[in-house]
Antibody, heavy 119, light 107 residues
Framework: EVQLVESGGGLVKPGGSLRLSCAAS????????MNWVRQAPGKGLEWVSS????????YYADSMKGRFTVSRDNAKNSLYLQMNSLRAEDTAVYYC????????????WGQGTLVTVSS | DIQLTQSPSFLSASVGDRVTITCRAS??????LAWYQQKPGKAPRLLIYAASTLQSGVPSRFSGSGSGTEFTLTIISLQPEDFATYYC?????????FGQGTKLEIK
């Protein structure tokens, strides 16, 4: 059974940092592109970042470039999102998702972890 | 960047109805479009990919069609569990993008 379990969310002050993790199991992690998608309270889905299976291709939404860094450890079946210079508008539930390389849809999603940026 | 516009944003329907949601892309995306269903407090669930391929385990009352810039999600014979928010997503280019969502409510 595929499982994606996010952790690391919480309350952080504006300008602060947070590192999200996603533990994957039930599939060959090293074969899949991994993605982060977020959802602000009461709002729609927003794509955040994607990282290819070998980490050679990394993409970010414009509003996160330079502040967020995605990485993965295939030996540990884990995905990470380092978030710096956090703003109030980064407050959201962050979901970890998996997809087949290049044009695959997001087959499975984690349960999400809530990040709240507030003073 | 590719923008996706869903219509309508809100839809009120009854159990047993047939409904159609449209997703329009600002430029051609071939058939690289997926549809997701999300219920309150839950993660999205993949329904359809490649514009018209039903994900395993999804009821056959859901169907998708389209290519290029215009796509539709159709649900025939609505069931109580289908009342949710639906999103389209393009997988043709980065940055990936989602439509703004269509909330399907019970009339």
């Amino acid at each position: 059974e595929v499982q994606l379990v996010e952790s690391g969310g919480g309350l952080v002050k504006p300008g602060g940092s947070l590192r999200l993790s996603c533990a994957a199991s039930g599939f060959t992690f090293s074969s899949y592109t991994m993605n982060w998608v977020r959802q602000a309270p009461g709002k729609g889905l927003e794509w955040v970042s994607s990282i290819s299976s070998d980490s050679n291709y990394i993409y970010y939404a414009d509003s996160m470039k330079g502040r967020f860094t995605v990485s993965r450890d295939n030996a540990k079946n884990s995905l990470y999102l380092q978030m710096n210079s956090l703003r109030a508008e980064d407050t959201a539930v962050y979901y970890c998702t998996m997809s087949r390389p290049v044009t695959g849809p997001y087959d499975y999603w984690g349960q999400g972890t809530l990040v709240t940026v507030s003073s | 960047d590719i923008q996706l516009t869903q219509s309508p944003s809100f839809l009120s329907a009854s159990v047993g109805d047939r409904v159609t949601i449209t997703c329009r892309a600002s430029q051609g995306i071939s058939s690289y479009l997926a549809w997701y269903q999300q219920k309150p407090g839950k993660a999205p669930r993949l329904l359809i990919y490649a514009a018209s391929t039903l994900q395993s385990g999804v009821p056959s009352r859901f169907s998708g069609s389209g290519s290029g810039t215009e796509f539709t999600l159709t649900i025939i014979s609505l069931q109580p569990e289908d009342f949710a928010t639906y999103y389209c997503q393009q997988l043709n280019n980065y940055p990936r993008s989602f439509g703004q969502g269509t909330k399907l409510e019970i009339k």
